[in-house]
């Protein structure tokens, strides 16, 4: 066997040291045994594709390295320059590289071999252009047995011994193909079998991303076959040799190795997706700072950082120093770089730093990277940022004012192929959709696009401005949206969010006037056809801009007949007549009119509108008659509209407006009742709702009539006879219909104004009497003319009974007073029947008359009611027969005194009979007529009662009387069967009469 790389001269050269010192031994074996079962207990994979890479640089050939686990044997194979003796002697010597002056070498410290002594203890190397070292654990103790000052040492160390110091010729080994060296690795026990295979499952593309210079990692374990590539991968690298100065400066706390190799380096790898975007670090890939292996110092960033930074002697952390502040700066810079190389996404986002990190190292760099992003053009805007704006003095100018301030914009960056790019704090972002930012980029400067979330902490971070809605509406002013036509606006609103009424509240109105108004609220959209309404000072919306999302922040859908109602509208017209220049105005509201459709009377208030009349002078449209018009020939002498206006408009407009054609009608829903709220510009409306508030019950709140019509203008009429002729026909014929509220039946105010007016024949309704109707009303109300329908007649208040009479409001009064009025003239029998029907009526709602209807010595005369009296006993007559008298059915005598507030005959006499006289039996035939007669009587030769001569007195249960016919009617009042009373006195006169008097009395 030939010993190709020296080792037996290695050997002796390290026993004859450990033999010379045997202190030297210890340190050998000690050092060793921290490195395997320290820094590097659990690199093994990580250093073997380190060596692996440094052997592809030095080869110059791409990097392969193929790892199999072949039951207990790990073999590690590779391309690259094969071993030679420096390599062997630099991995037989701790702290010392053979690769000091390779420029990109992964090892520097030779001690990363040392990792294989955590599971071997026969490792094995082979290149199959130069030959095969190996190491041995049990040959190297038996050397250091056999020297006698060392055995001492190794019992005290049990047979420990430093393996890699002392190399040994081996036999060449089978490389395989395409690989030019292997390391084999017979593992030591089932457990380090196990961590080397745990090892393989973890080694991920970190490997690679670390090692540049090798290419693929091939693994074979179990007869599984993976490969490791760094694909995928977005890469930012930079890299440079120091200068001697730097040297000095930098290293001057590092060792002599590190500084023989003046290199640095810095290399940050971002996972990419399949969209190109970047990804969280793999699961497998330590979320460690890399240098360039894995190590302790913990990044928590989606980035993996490899960088040539100085260790500490644990291989664990790195080292503190200013060779690591350099690097800090470097790595900062090469993060921004990755940033910018980056697809401009808002992933983006989640590759900036928050402020806290999670070890000293992360959050000095952290603190690095932040410095340094908000001022790197980074994001991409739909808009060019606003110019920068610095504040400059003459402080440093030739002539020196040290008070001189001014400002000067500095240039805006170009837009480039694909946009603007911008600082952070350059920039705004906007929550919306993309057609929204669209819309509005030209109002922010610097505006993100859609999908750029606005509460993404990295927005802070960057500095980048947040533009609520409210701000873009606010700033939709000016300059900004000068020339803007309504269609833009329109398009605008299309995007605008409906669900954000608060941000919008201020959003600008383009109107058809031209104005630019700021909130649609109190702003009118009208449908239908284009007009122009610009006299009525109304916020109409451009019908170009007219959009639903309008509707939502407070504009009114208008019609033309809504408009007409806008209080604005209103004003204008009830102004119009003291206007300079009213003709804009009627020409606005007649063709909303039009366009409405109003039928005459649906608007009363639009008979204040000015409008010129047929001699040029202006007058409220109401006092206007239509030329030709059927009202032409019945209402007094008026001014007619213009000629013009009836060409123009037509009569249905003019009607509409109040110009008089036929009567114009109100109508009307839902009106309540009220002097406040019932105001439809009638004569007399105020005085006809006290009338109906007098026929309602007492109630709580006013009453609502559900539909209201009326004829007005009916002051205005010179034709009454022409005028009822339609009145009392459809369609005015349905303004005389009663109401019915809260139950009651009242007159409508068209028939309450005819009945109380002289309409017919000069006389009102009231006054008179359908001919052929009640002839208890004879005498008392006047026939009404002919030629008119009963029913309508009736409606205007013309009687029919004398009980439809009492039940009107008022009607009992009336009638007492045509009562007591001497013109009338009425017979007895219609006068005792009109005292009956009076007695019926309540008394509440009549006032006690000055003047009655009564009989004086048979005689119907009108009296004073203090003389009058009513008769309640016919046996009362005889006493108070100089007196008026009301006479009517004795068992109504105290109802008619009560409502006319006239004492009783009763009241007035004592009735006392004064006389006296002798107690006669009744004959016993009058019990055949009255079978409850008395049995006895008191005769009289002359009955005095009070004084005063009388046939008869029923008085305390005894009839007192003179004669026969006192008699008989004593017994029938005492039975009561005063109709008896004749038929009675014939039986006392004829007894024997009876038979024929019991027949008559059966046939009545």
């Known amino acids: 066997m030939v010993d190709i790389f020296g080792t037996d001269r290695m050997r002796a050269a390290v026993l004859t040291a450990w033999t010379a010192s045997p202190a030297r031994f ?40 193929r790892l199999r686990l072949d039951g207990d044997v790990l073999t590690a194979a590779n391309t690259g320059a094969p071993l030679d003796a420096i390599g062997v002697e630099g991995l037989s010597t701790l702290r010392v590289s053979g690769k000091r002056d390779e420029a990109g070498a992964a090892g520097r410290f030779g001690v990363g071999f040392a990792a294989v002594v955590s599971v071997t203890d026969e490792p094995a190397i082979c290149s199959r252009d130069s030959g095969a070292v190996r190491w041995s654990r049990e040959e190297t103790a038996a050397l250091v047995a056999s020297v006698p000052a060392l055995a001492g040492q190794l019992s005290d160390r049990d047979g420990h011994v430093p393996l890699l110091r002392l190399p040994y010729a081996a036999e060449p080994m089978e490389v395989p193909e395409g690989f030019d060296t292997v390391v084999r690795l017979p593992l030591r026990d089932k457990a380090a079998t196990e961590a080397v295979r745990g090892m393989l499952a973890e080694a991920g593309p970190a490997l690679l991303l670390g090692l540049p210079a090798l290419g693929a990692i091939e693994i074979v374990a179990d007869d599984n076959v993976r490969t490791i590539t760094a694909e995928g991968w977005r890469l930012v690298a930079d890299s440079g040799e120091f200068t001697a100065e730097q040297v000095a400066e930098l290293f001057s706390d590092r060792p002599t190795e590190e500084r023989a190799r003046p290199y640095w380096s810095v290399r940050w790898a971002v996972r990419l997706g399949d969209d190109g975007e970047p990804r969280a670090l793999p699961s497998g890939v330590p979320a460690v700072v890399h240098a360039p292996t894995p190590s302790d110092e913990a990044l928590d960033l989606p980035a993996l950082l490899i960088a040539s930074f100085p260790m500490a002697t644990d291989r664990r952390h790195v080292a503190k120093g200013p060779l690591t502040d350099f690097l800090v700066a470097k790595a900062a810079d090469s993060y921004v770089e990755l940033l910018r190389g980056l697809p401009r996404r808002p992933r983006l986002l989640d590759l900036v730093p928050a402020l806290m990190g999670k070890g000293e190292l992360d959050a000095r760099i952290r603190e690095a990277v932040l410095r340094r992003l908000p001022g790197t053009p980074l994001l991409p805007a739909l808009s060019a940022p606003a110019p920068a704006v610095e504040t400059a003095s003459f402080a440093d100018s030739a002539v020196y004012e040290p008070d001189a301030e001014w400002q000067s914009e500095q240039p805006v960056a170009e837009k480039g192929s694909d946009g603007w790019l911008v600082r952070g704090r350059e920039a705004a972002v906007l929550s919306g959709s993309a057609d929204l930012l669209a819309a509005v980029a030209g109002f922010v400067p610097g505006l993100l696009p859609a999908g750029w979330p606005a509460r993404h902490p990295a927005m802070s971070t960057l500095g980048v401005r947040r533009v609520e809605l409210s701000d873009v509406v606010d700033g939709l002013s000016g300059e900004a949206v000068e020339g803007r036509d309504a269609t833009w606006w329109h398009s605008l609103y299309d995007v605008l969010p409906h669900d954000d009424p608060e941000s919008l509240g201020a959003l600008p109105v383009p109107l058809a006037d031209g104005r630019l108004v700021r909130g649609p609220r109190g702003t009118l959209i009208l449908t239908g056809a284009a007009l122009h309404l610009e006299a009525l000072g109304l916020r109409i919306v451009h019908p170009d801009a007219a959009h639903p999302l309008l509707l939502r922040l407070g504009a009114a859908e208008a019609t033309p007949r809504t408009v007409l109602e806008d209080t604005l509208t209103r004003t204008a017209i009830s102004e119009s007549l003291d206007s300079a220049d009213s003709d804009p105005v009627a020409r606005a509201v007649l063709s909303l009119v039009d366009a409405a459709a109003l039928a005459p009377g649906e608007a009363p208030w639009l008979a204040e509108l000015a409008l010129r009349g047929a001699d040029g002078e202006l007058y409220a449209a109401g006092e206007l008659l239509l030329p030709g018009g059927a009202l032409a020939g019945i209402l007094e002498e008026g001014p007619l509209a213009a000629q013009d206006l009836v060409d123009t408009y037509g009569a249905r407009v003019l009607t509409a407006v109040g110009v008089l054609d036929g009567f114009a009608m109100v109508h009307d829903a839902d009106v309540l009742l009220d002097p406040d709220e019932c105001e439809h510009d009638l004569d007399g409306e105020a005085e006809w709702l006290d009338h109906v508030h007098d026929l309602l019950p007492d109630l ?55 009945a109380r007016h002289p309409v017919l024949d000069g006389r009102s309704p009231r006054e008179l009497r359908l001919p052929g109707a009640d002839p208890l009303l004879q005498g008392l109300f006047a026939d009404a003319p002919s030629g008119f329908d009963p029913g309508a007649l009736s409606m205007l208040g013309v009687r029919t009974t004398l009980s439809d009479l009492l039940a009107s409001h008022g009607g009992p009064e009336e009638l007492l007073e045509l009562m007591a009025d001497d013109a009338v ?97 009744v004959p016993p035939q009058v019990r055949s007529l009255l079978p409850t007669a008395p049995t006895s009587y008191v005769e009289h030769e002359r009955l005095l009662v009070d004084g005063v001569e009388c046939a008869w007195r029923f008085t305390d249960g005894t009839i007192h ?40 009395a059966d046939l009545a």
């Open 26 to 65: 210890r340190e050998d074996a000690n050092a060793e045994e921290d490195f395997a079962l320290g820094g590097y207990r659990d690199r093994l994979i990580v250093e073997l594709a380190q060596n692996a890479a440094d052997a592809a640089l030095r080869g110059g050939v791409p990097g392969v390295l």
């Open 700 to 754: 709580d709140v006013p009453p609502v009539v559900a539909e209201f019509t009326a004829v007005r203008d009916l002051e205005l009429v010179a034709d009454w006879s022409a005028a009822l002729a339609l009145l009392t026909r459809p369609p005015l014929r349905g303004a005389l219909h009663p109401l019915r509220v809260e139950g009651v039946e009242v007159p409508s105010y068209t028939a309450w104004w005819l």
């Open 825 to 921: 003239e009425v017979d007895r029998a219609q006068l005792r029947a009109l005292w009956i029907a009076l007695a019926g009526v309540e008394p509440a709602r009549v006032a006690p008359p000055a003047r009655v209807r009564a009989v004086l010595d048979g005689e119907i005369v009108v009296a004073a009611a203090d003389d009058a009296v009513v008769v309640e006993a016919p046996d009362l007559l005889q006493l108070v027969s100089a007196r008026p008298l009301v006479l009517a059915s004795y068992d109504l005598a105290e109802s008619l005194s009560e409502l006319l507030d006239l004492p009783l005959a009763g009241e007035l006499v004592t009735g006392e009979v004064t006389s006296s006289g002798a107690r006669r039996e």
């Open 961 to 1000: 009387c003179t004669g026969v016919d006192g008699l008989a009617r004593g017994l029938a009042w005492a039975a009561g069967q005063w109709t008896d009373r004749l038929a009675v006195a014939a039986l006392l006169r004829d007894p024997a009469a009876v038979p024929l008097l019991l027949a008559e």
